[in-house]
């Protein structure tokens, strides 16, 4: 268990520091001077030379990566060359924002996706199972801001009965704020109810089909308890790590829901960051969605892990 | 999924993670097709094929594409008024026997421009995917055939890149080249590429272990004549299934990309484009100008699919 928590760690390491190069790089192609940006076009040249050397854009790339490096490993993210201030609060705020409306999202898609993925698979086959399949894959491929926008015309402009804007203002209250979130939420779980659903399938077949299902049936267990005690349990864990790797999606979905909805969270940050060439804000953004990628994925193995016995004894080999 | 990108098994090593690699192998970022398109691979018989043409999801998706197949052509000659003509003497116009699915804010006709409108997307779409699916496969058979160091190394930049949302990926490299057509294909092509490789590692590390690699490795043939010649072959159902689904994924992507205003620039008439400049409009009310380009959208990934899940049908019975 140590071995493949450290092994793991290490790989994560690696992966992220990768990443950081990925992510430096692609800030650095950008095409466009961020003091020119900031500054305007009416900006006299010696001012725009100031900001450039203020903001230390006009040192050698490798020096500035390994600047920007040795801030992160520091806990600095950097300062924005937007604001001028430095780029952690924004980031830190956009996050919790973000991390709202994606819980919610979650907590509608997981028991949905599950419930609907074991009832395909116990109808494998048959009609229940194809319209949940071909849907859920349907409507995974359809873009956030489509779905968005139908649901903004049915609740928002002419039923309506909710916000179409996700932020709620500064002082209202926590069910009022619940109330906004509940419209950007739906599209996010749309795409991620046929993703799921999918792995709980699978997961839920290949349990079905285990020996041990068919010992439990042969001794006579009743096909309910045969599924809950012998089937479910198994199939579910694989769905597990699926809905951890989701995050990862999760984010880039967050980056047009936010903006169709008006929301200050990551994935706007990012945006408005690209848009304004704030490469600082942008590189910041960019390597927390990383980190809390593989956070979700290395948390989702080692529950896996604790869950499935077999593997917590070939770990402790 | 880290667990997927780990080397292949030593035998006299404990792998606690291989029950994990087993499991997760279909996890992933929007990545739902491995476990499957491994699975069938090698199964199909052309007579199978012939199943394709008995199911109506098949004809369904068919008729709807070739509908929009036909628009992207000859979309001009039969769309009612020009896409680009404005009317400032009727902006916003609800739908009207003149004017079926209304006006926008300049008094261009939402039908045209959705009609028109379908060009571009249907022109990147295939192009996109064809090279993602290249790239992808020669570098999936590259790391599932020699595996070791250079699976491993190629496996941690795959993971860098699927820890972050395509949609943001793209992105950066758009704002970094300029947004036109050619920049979009390559750059759809380029992030589709991990992801690709992903599926075709997983399905050419199973044919690897197969007898008639082994023989013709024993009869000296090059490792890129075994690849291409030998286990291509055997893995082109799993690349075939892979490819569809991910012409949903890309016109997903290329929707998102021109919704966030990185896509197909205006006045030319385009879906993604055409919602982010009017779903400010909603709000007063004139859903028409979002909503018929939302739903135009949300047929062609439909489309799409239908042809997809029937062909992964066809080659899974």
């Known amino acids: ?317 | 999924m880290s667990g997927l990108l780990q080397p292949p098994a030593e035998p006299d090593v404990p792998q606690p993670v291989e029950r994990v690699e087993h499991l997760g192998m279909t996890t992933g970022y929007l990545g739902a097709t491995a476990s499957a398109a491994v699975a069938v691979a090698s199964r199909a018989t052309p007579a199978a094929w012939r199943l394709l043409l008995r199911g109506p999801a098949f004809w369904v998706g068919a008729a709807i594409l070739l509908f929009w197949v036909v628009c992207a052509i000859f979309g001009h000659l039969f769309a009612p008024y020009s896409p680009l003509a404005q009317n400032l003497l009727l902006p916003s116009a609800a739908p009207s026997g003149a004017h079926w699915f209304g006006t926008d804010p300049l008094g261009r006709d939402v039908l045209s421009r959705v009609i028109t409108g379908s060009r571009d997307i249907l022109i990147i779409t295939p192009l996109a995917t064809i090279l993602g699916t290249i790239l992808g496969t020669i570098l999936g058979l590259a790391m599932g055939y020699f595996g070791g160091t250079f699976d491993l190394i190629a496996g941690r930049i795959v993971e860098a890149f699927l820890a972050l949302p395509i949609v943001i990926i793209a992105f950066l490299f758009i704002v970094a080249l300029g947004p036109s057509t050619g920049t979009l294909i390559t750059v759809i092509g380029l992030v589709f590429t991990p992801l690709i490789a992903r599926t075709v590692r997983s399905a050419a590390q199973v044919e690897r272990q197969q007898d008639y690699v082994a023989a013709s490795r024993l009869f000296g043939e090059s490792p890129v004549r075994v690849m291409f010649g030998e286990i291509l072959p055997n893995v082109m159902p799993a690349i075939l299934v892979e490819f569809t689904v991910r012409l949903g994924y890309a016109i997903f992507t290329i929707a998102t990309l021109s919704f966030l205003g990185f896509g197909i620039t205006p006045p030319t008439p385009d879906w993604g484009a055409d919602i982010y400049a009017n779903y400010i409009n909603l709000l007063p009310g004139y859903w028409w100008q979002t909503l018929f380009p939302a739903l135009a959208i949300a047929s062609l990934v439909i489309a799409v699919i239908l042809i997809a899940d029937s062909i992964e049908q066809v080659l899974a019975s």
Do not use: C
């Open chain 1, 1 to 317: 268990m140590a071995t493949f928590l450290l092994r793991r760690l290490g790989l994560m390491v690696i992966t992220l520091w990768i990443l950081s190069l990925i992510v430096f790089f692609a800030g650095q192609i950008l095409p466009g001077d961020p003091a020119r940006a900031t500054l305007g076009n009416l900006a006299a040249p010696s001012a725009v030379k100031a900001l450039d050397a203020e903001l230390g854009v006009n040192r050698p790339l490798l020096t500035r990566y390994l600047s920007w490096i040795g801030g992160l490993l520091h806990g600095n993210l950097g300062t924005s060359y937007e604001f001028r201030t430095a780029v952690e609060p924004f980031v830190r705020a956009a996050l919790i924002n973000s991390i709202k409306l994606a819980l919610l999202a979650f907590v509608i898609v997981v028991p949905l996706a599950i419930i609907g993925g074991v009832i395909a698979a116990l109808y494998a086959g048959r009609g229940v199972d194809r319209i949940i399949s071909v849907a859920g894959l349907a409507l995974s491929t359809v873009p956030e801001f489509v779905s968005g926008v139908v649901l903004i015309v049915i609740f928002g402009v002419e039923l309506k009965v909710l916000p179409v804007t996700a932020s709620a203002g500064a002082n209202a209250s926590d069910f009022e704020q619940f109330r906004h979130l509940i419209l950007p939420a739906i599209p996010l779980v749309l795409v991620l109810f046929g993703y799921i659903a999918r792995m709980a399938r699978a997961g839920t077949i290949e349990a079905l089909n285990s020996d041990y299902t068919r010992t439990a049936i042969l001794k006579g267990l009743p096909r309910r308890t045969v599924i809950r005690r012998h089937v479910l349990r198994n199939s579910l864990l694989p769905t597990i790590t699926v809905i951890a790797t989701q995050t990862g999606y999760l984010i880039g979905g967050l980056v047009v829901v936010e903006t169709l909805f008006n929301y200050q969270g990551l994935g706007n940050l990012i945006f408005q960051a690209a848009v304004h060439k704030d490469f600082a804000m942008l590189e910041a953004g960019v390597l927390i969605i990383g980190v809390v990628y593989m956070l979700a994925t290395l948390i989702a193995d080692l529950l896996l892990t604790l869950l499935n016995p077999r593997l917590r004894l070939g770990g402790a080999e």
